[in-house]
């Protein structure tokens, strides 16, 4: 049984959000400690973006890293009010923000459909706001889509994978599907995290329930 504590999971109102500043309060090392490549720069010509809140982003960023077709990764803020919040305000959960991972991919390589999978599979999307131990707004799970394409594709996804939990008896899926507003980088500790630190906390835990191959409508369209 898990006690909540209802100021961390309740979304928190614009006007009563954190202020936050003007800028970013730290510098990032700005390269991929496993990929190699920029983690902040813009997305080059022929990639995409996708953005995933799964719960705690350490082990999140882990998993799209070592997907073949995956130019560079990287931790964040998304969903919320607080400009250039920190990890500290974050995890009060009153800047409205959900701890993300920032994808950028070939699809030639790795479809978005793809990516999708690997977020279902990995997490409880029926949770609400926390994802296993770890309890607050921040940890909810969430898609943050960059063109109306990404959006058609994640609520087919959504629409498919919920039809697959109701079979094994799971409860409503609560992920938050939105457009990708501002996305504020992490700080550089956080970056590759589980590759600087191995034996560091991952606390991701899937349903054990596989998403639909191709996740698309039951119509098939």
């Known amino acids: 049984m898990f006690l909540f504590d209802r100021a961390k999971t309740s979304p928190v109102s614009p006007s009563e959000a954190l202020p936050g500043r003007e800028r970013r309060p730290y510098d990032l090392a700005g390269q991929h400690a496993v990929l190699g490549t920029s983690i902040a720069a813009d997305v080059p010509a022929?990639?995409?973006?996708?953005?995933?809140?799964l719960g705690c982003f350490w082990g999140a960023e882990r998993l799209f890293w070592q997907l073949?077709?995956?130019?560079?990764?990287?931790?964040?803020?998304?969903?919320?009010?607080?400009?250039?919040?920190?990890?500290?305000e974050v995890c009060t959960a009153r800047t409205g923000?959900?701890?993300?991972?920032r994808v950028v991919y070939d699809p030639a390589q790795v479809s978005y459909r793809d990516l999708l999978r690997t977020f279902w599979e990995s997490h409880d999307p029926t949770q609400g706001?926390?994802?296993?131990?770890?309890?607050?707004?921040?940890?909810?799970?969430?898609?943050?889509?960059?063109?109306?394409?990404?959006?058609?594709?994640?609520?087919?996804s959504r629409e498919a994978y919920q039809r697959a939990l109701d079979q094994r008896r799971h409860g409503e899926i609560t992920t938050e599907i939105a457009p990708?507003?501002?996305?504020?980088?992490?700080?550089?500790?956080?970056?590759?995290?589980?590759?600087?630190?191995?034996?560091?906390?991952?606390?991701?835990?899937?349903?054990g329930v596989a998403c639909p191959v191709g996740v698309a409508p039951a119509d098939g369209a």
């Open 129 to 156: 706001m926390r994802q296993g131990n770890d309890v607050g707004t921040q940890y909810r799970s969430a898609v943050y889509y960059t063109s109306p394409a990404q959006r058609a594709d994640v609520e087919a």
């Open 180 to 207: 990708l507003g501002e996305l504020y980088y992490a700080e550089d500790y956080h970056q590759q995290y589980l590759h600087k630190v191995p034996n560091g906390y991952c606390g991701l835990a899937g349903t």
């Open 68 to 88: 073949p077709g995956v130019w560079t990764t990287a931790v964040g803020y998304a969903g919320g009010h607080t400009p250039h919040p920190t990890y500290e």
């Open 97 to 101: 923000h959900a701890e993300v991972v």
């Open 46 to 53: 022929g990639l995409e973006e996708a953005v995933f809140g």
